[in-house]
């Protein structure tokens, strides 16, 4: 499956606002997002482990104050940005689900997959 444009890079700024894209899965559309962390874009699923809802509090404040971890705006489960792993809080054990995203000419890429998909224009949003 071919790589999806997302946003161009320098709108990826390290620790700083993530940026949100629409996906599909089996039950329906969904949101991912990016950010910049060392230096890498990193992508995942916008779905805490905990309870499988957005983890922005606002559209693309992922990072916590330290700048060093993304957080869950709900009960504040926090996971570590360049694995995903649950690091704090209600998640523990768990992980978010990456997305493969990819960075060249100027650009971030995501990488479609079995599971997490480009949406079609008649894909309903999961409630
Ligand atoms: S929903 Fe994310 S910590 Fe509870």
Redo the contacts with the bound molecule.
């Keep these: 499956m071919s790589a999806i444009p997302i946003c161009s890079s320098a709108a990826l700024v390290e620790g700083g606002d993530g940026v949100r894209f629409p996906v599909a899965m089996r039950d329906g559309q969904t949101v991912g997002f990016v950010v910049r962390f060392q230096g890498v874009p990193r992508g995942y699923l916008n779905r805490?482990?905990?309870?499988?809802?957005e983890?922005d509090w606002q559209h693309g404040k992922f990072f916590d104050g330290s700048r060093l971890y993304l957080m869950?705006?709900?009960?504040?489960?926090i996971y570590a940005p360049d694995s995903g792993r649950c690091a704090g809080?209600?998640?523990r054990g768990q992980s978010l689900r990456v997305v493969a995203v990819e960075e060249h000419d100027d650009t971030i890429f995501w990488l479609p997959d079995q599971q997490v998909f480009a949406p079609q224009a008649s894909t309903p949003p999961i409630s």
């Design positions: 805490c482990a905990h309870v499988g809802i983890l869950c705006s709900t009960h504040g489960a809080g209600p998640c």
